[in-house]
T-cell receptor, first 114, second 111 residues
Framework: NAGVTQTPKFQVLKTGQSMTLQCAQD?????MYWYRQDPGMGLRLIYY???????DKGEVPNGYNVSRLNKREFSLRLESAAPSQTSVYFC?????????????FGDGTRLSIL | QQQVKQSPQSLIVQKGGISIINCAYE??????FPWYQQFPGKGPALLIA?????SEKKEGRFTISFNKSAKQFSLHIMDSQPGDSATYFC??????????FGAGTTVTVRA
């Protein structure tokens, strides 16, 4: 029972490089989310997708883009990485398209930008 | 600006003791207040949640107390065990897709 799977688990980039973080869920959930976690800041929502075909900005969307590829997959792209984007990125999903359903998280991607 | 303020940043408790984590919010439109538990190297996992129409919810050794008039809620971990050592996050949402998280509390339970 995989739940939410994120790839890669670790990545080091140079400033200006681009990359895509991948996320897939096997729980048939409608909603998916991308968060970043920084020390002393908790988790902050970057983007979310309430249902297949829709995406919306969260609290800290600048410098990121997302694609809801299908119901299972939701990717996060950094077009031109900056050191301020060094963080741990978490993908989550929830059912029935409502935020007050439990969000199930992956184990994160640890991203360092030099 | 964080919409949910959490304290303390960290705490140490002896095995069998009580851990208490406090959160406060300003947005009176919030109507769902979950707590998440996170172990090192893992993603957060839902621990327990409460809605503002009740003042307390208990699940095993974990209890949420909710004070709507004060706009505060807290997590109590009774009979704390070493396996409870983790980071705990409170959160709040107003019935949409945006969870606002507190900054987190690292709990260390000493055997």
């Amino acid at each position: 029972n995989a739940g939410v799977t994120q790839t890669p688990k670790f990545q080091v980039l140079k400033t200006g490089q681009s990359m895509t973080l991948q996320c897939a869920q096997d729980m048939n959930h409608n909603s998916m989310y991308w968060y970043r976690q920084d020390p002393g800041m908790g988790l902050r929502l970057i983007y979310y997708s309430a249902s297949e075909g829709t995406t919306d900005k969260g609290e800290v969307p600048n410098g990121y883009n997302v694609s809801r590829l299908n119901k299972r997959e939701f990717s996060l792209r950094l077009e031109s990485a900056a050191p301020s984007q060094t963080s741990v990125y978490f993908c989550a999903s929830s059912g029935v398209g409502r935020a007050n359903q439990p969000q199930h998280f992956g184990d994160g991607t640890r991203l360092s930008i030099l | 600006q964080q919409q949910v303020k959490q304290s303390p940043q960290s705490l140490i408790v002896q095995k069998g003791g009580i851990s208490i984590i406090n959160c406060a919010y300003e947005n009176t439109a919030f109507d769902y207040f979950p707590w998440y538990q996170q172990f090192p190297g893992k993603g957060p996992a839902l621990l327990i949640a409460i809605r503002p129409d009740v003042s307390e919810k208990k699940e095993g050794r974990f209890t949420i107390s909710f004070n709507k008039s004060a706009k505060q809620f807290s997590l109590h971990i009774m009979d704390s065990q070493p396996g409870d050592s983790a980071t705990y996050f409170c959160a709040a949402t107003r019935n949409d897709y945006k969870l606002s998280f507190g900054a987190g509390t690292t709990v260390t339970v000493r055997a």
